[in-house]
């Protein structure tokens, strides 16, 4: 039992850094799919990124969130920046709650509205959408280097699971299994894949989901490590709990030392 080796791997800001298609594709989806009274969907707002939108990536879990980041940003009046996003960010559930129901929003529809912006560029402009995304190379590296060790490569995103397959094909990676938010809670999946596989690592770069991993009892085994490389606020860096690791990508292959 337990004989298949497994790593797993968060996608977004452990793969890849897709800041650029986050934003891009956060404002399409109020292009063409969303529509609010407070917006201007200006052509201008596509050539950057927000800073701002850039400084609170750390907070966001799923998807939809994004989408609340961006009209707030982009709303007319008093719109979030780097100076007043502290207060937006001290309560950022209870916020993203608030900017839901002031517009009658629900969480699911706006992150299928997300996920129709990307339909709508793979569909129309494939290349271009690919390009919105950077890889990390060492990552891709560990990735091929894990294989030839016999382990299996296992992705657990919170996008939906075809844009991450889209990508990794791009990038020439076929890992054995990717689950996306349709499969559940990152705790719930690795729970089920712990029955099957003896797991030898966990990169991701969202503290919160590494520590719900050591505090439930079918995974606290799991060796988890806090890529640095991804989008983390400052804080997550300091005072780890329960034996979690904070990785430098530098560092990368020398985790599993075989
Ligand atoms: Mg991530």
Not at 16 to 29: K, P, T
Not at 96 to 122: F, G, H, M, P, T
């Amino acid at each position: 039992m337990n004989s298949q080796k497994l790593f797993l791997f968060d996608f977004d800001g452990v793969i890849v850094d897709g800041m650029n298609e986050y934003w891009h594709s956060s404002l399409l989806a109020f292009e063409k799919f969303i529509n609010s009274p407070n917006i201007l969907i200006d052509q201008n707002l596509y050539k950057q990124v927000s800073n701002t939108f850039i400084e609170m990536r750390p907070w966001v879990k799923y998807g939809w969130e994004m989408l609340i980041i961006v009209h707030q940003i982009i709303q007319r009046e008093d719109p979030l920046n780097t100076k007043n996003k502290i207060n937006f960010l001290n309560k950022y559930h209870r916020n993203c709650q608030r900017v839901l129901l002031e517009n009658s929003w629900v969480a699911e529809d706006l992150q299928k509205c997300l996920d129709k912006a990307r339909k709508y560029q793979i569909d129309n402009d494939f290349d271009n959408w690919i390009k919105l995304h950077h890889p990390f190379y060492e990552v891709i590296d560990f990735i091929e280097k894990i294989k030839k060790d016999n382990i299996k490569t296992g992705i657990i995103t919170t996008k939906g699971k075809i844009f991450a397959g889209k990508i990794l094909e791009k990038l020439n990676i076929f890992p054995e299994l990717i689950f996306g938010y349709e499969s559940g809670t990152k705790v719930e999946i690795t729970s089920a894949l712990s029955r099957k596989y003896e797991i030898m690592g966990f990169i991701e770069d969202r503290r919160n989901t590494l520590i719900d991993i050591k505090q439930n009892p079918l995974t606290n085994n799991i060796p988890c490590y806090l890529a640095d490389w991804g989008y983390l606020k400052n804080i997550d860096r300091i005072n780890l709990p329960f034996e979690i690791k904070l990785l430098k990508l530098k560092n990368l292959e020398n985790i599993l030392a075989i």
